[in-house]
């Protein structure tokens, strides 16, 4: 949790700072390195950061359809989506979360309650697409 925690506060402080957003949840496996969650909820966003055995993962939710983990993305994927960038290509999390940072009002239009079900039907298809093109049909 310790890593998480300081990647949280020093990458993640617009999230922090924001005051619409609140820690609603967070999980350690008690490990000061690894297997660690904090998820942060505001009215429209809710935004998970993990720390699994070293790499640090972002997955965002419309707020209102977080319950169903079907609505959960990877930031990559919402990058793809928003400006066509082809998530195979590499970046580190730091620059994951300055892109996340800098797009955080397209990312709650994107989820926005009136968008919110139709985006995820976009994602989800984007998703499919990009199996399909790595790994070939079901």
């Keep these: 949790m310790t890593t998480l925690l300081e990647f949280f506060l020093k990458y993640l402080d617009f999230l922090y700072l924001d005051p619409h957003f609140r820690i609603t949840d967070s999980s ?58 082809d998530e195979t290509n590499m970046v580190s999390p730091t620059e994951a979360v300055a892109w996340g940072r800098d797009n955080r009002d397209r990312i709650d239009d994107l989820f926005s309650d009136n968008l919110a079900a139709e985006s995820c039907e976009a994602l989800i298809a984007l998703e499919d697409a990009n199996a399909v093109k790595y790994w070939g049909p079901p």
Excluded: C, E
């Design 28 to 85: 350690t496996s008690g490990v000061a390195n690894n297997g660690a969650s904090l998820t942060l909820t505001s009215p429209l966003t809710t935004w998970q950061i993990s720390n699994d055995r070293g790499q640090v993962l972002i997955g965002i939710a419309p707020t209102k359809l977080a319950a169903q983990p079907q609505n959960w993305f990877r930031l990559s994927i919402i990058r793809q989506y928003l400006d066509d960038y």
